[in-house]
Structure formats: structure tokens, C-alpha cells
């Protein structure tokens, strides 16, 4: 499903809002969840680093770490296919391999990578859905971690396998690590999309209320002002 098309539609949808049936597996599944709290800590050491997520609609992804604490930078794009693809309309047409992501830059200092693994599985990505996220399916949006590093991966397999002792999630997890590729930034009109549109009916359905969770579940990390990519 693609999201009300590309900026053609952005128009006509941003005065229309999505709302999902009372009753429909995307409504009940887009909720924020508190996932543990991580017993394997991230010792990345100084300097900035760089992770990949997966998690659905690069929008949402984007817009909430945008507003994370020690996050520097943060680009919508795509992770896992060729260049010749890397392409929005082709990507929603399924078959590339790519998944829309979101490369980030932090400061370890600031937010650990455990603490973000604990931020998107919360308020972003549903690890129990396969090749979906919320309203949106297809390979395309899976959801997935790309770690930069060994100390990253080391971790990242460590809080997979604590999610699913944990039992908070009452399906299985089936978010997958993903070995590092080149990653595409995507065109830009997708960057900052939720600052640029925020009454856009897409946003304001599904991803204004991952920010709003964010800032209630971790106001530690969470900043007022969106971090624009520069």
C-alpha cells in the first residue's frame, strides 16, 4: 500500500485524516508499548556514531528520532537493494529488496544505542509484524535493524532475545537483524517530511502520536524542536 501516493497527493490528503477501522489489526497494533528496559549496555565509546532503522514509513521513524536527545542528524532513505532501485516509486512497487529506513547520527554520550533500540521498539516499529507496519505492507516496510559496528550488533541480538523472553509482545518477534549495505537517501521532499507537513492526514493519524508517546514515555530524551536535516 502506498501512503497517498507522493507529493501529488500530499495536498488533497493533508485536509483528509486516516483512520483505521475500531476494530482493525492496525488500529489495535498502533499503540506505544513499554519495552524493557535493556540489561545489555552499549560501549561505543566517544565520537558519533551511525545506525540504521528500519521501522515502516520512513516518516514516522525520522520525525521521532528527530525529536530524540544527542541525535545529530537523521536522513530518510533506502537500505538493502541495488542503486538502480533506490528509487520511491519503484521501491513501493515492491521487489527491490530495499526497506525505507532512517540512518541516524548520535552521540553515545547523550543516547545509547541501547536506549534508542528501546525508544523505536516502544513508540515506533511493532516487532511482531512481517513485512508491515501499521497501514502500510509489503516488504518494503519491514521492519529491521542495521547495525554500523560489532558493539551494535552484540547488542542489538542481546535486546531481540530479551524482547522475546519478556513476553511483553504476545506474538512472536520477527524483526530481523540486517547485515549493512549501502544505504540511499531518499528524494528530498521525504526529508523532514513531518516538520514540512505536519497537517498532513498521513502524519497526523500515524505519526504525531508516536512523537506525542515519546515525549510522555521518555521525557529524558525527548526534545521539543525537530533536528531538520542540513
Known amino acids: ?16 485524516i486516516y483512520v483505521a477501522a475500531p476494530n ?7 499503540k506505544p508499548v513499554n519495552a524493557p528496559a535493556p540489561k545489555r549496555i552499549a560501549r561505543e565509546g566517544a565520537g ?10 520512513f516518516w514516522g521513524v525520522e520525525g521521532v528520532f528527530s525529536h530524540v536527545k544527542g541525535v545529530k542528524s537523521a536522513v530518510a532513505g533506502y537500505h ?3 542503486a538502480a532501485t533506490a528509487k520511491y516509486n519503484r521501491i513501493t512497487a515492491g521487489g527491490t529488496a530495499h526497506a525505507e529506513a532512517v540512518k541516524i547520527t548520535y552521540d553515545p554520550y547523550v543516547v545509547r544505542y541501547d536506549e534508542l533500540l528501546r525508544i ?9 509484524l512481517k513485512n ?3 497501514p502500510d505492507v509489503g516488504a ?7 547495525p554500523t559496528n560489532s558493539e551494535q550488533r552484540a547488542v542489538a541480538e542481546a535486546y531481540l532475545a530479551q524482547m522475546e523472553a519478556s513476553n511483553v509482545w504476545s506474538r512472536p518477534i520477527v524483526t530481523k537483524i540486517e547485515s549493512q549495505r549501502t544505504f540511499y537517501r531518499a528524494e528530498t521532499y521525504h526529508q523532514d517530511f513531518m516538520a514540512k507537513n505536519p497537517g498532513h492526514g498521513y502524519i497526523v493519524r500515524w ?5 506525542d508517546a515519546l515525549k510522555v514515555m521518555f521525557p529524558r530524551d525527548f526534545k521539543a524542536s525537530f533536528l531538520r536535516d542540513n
Request: some cysteine; glycine content about 10%; hydrophobic content about 50%.
Open 80 to 82: 538493502g537493494g541495488s
Open 24 to 30: 482493525s489489526p492496525a488500529h489495535a497494533l498502533e
Open 120 to 128: 523505536f521498539f516502544s513508540v515506533v516499529a511493532d516487532p511482531t
Open 1 to 16: 500500500m502506498k501512503r497517498f501516493g507522493i507529493l501529488a497527493a500530499a495536498a488533497i490528503a493533508a485536509s483528509a
Open 48 to 57: 558519533l556514531k551511525t545506525a540504521i532503522f528500519a521501522g515502516g514509513c
Open 207 to 211: 505519526d504525531k502520536p508516536k512523537v
Open 140 to 146: 518494503h516496510y519491514r521492519s529491521a535493524l542495521v
Open 132 to 134: 508491515r507496519q501499521g
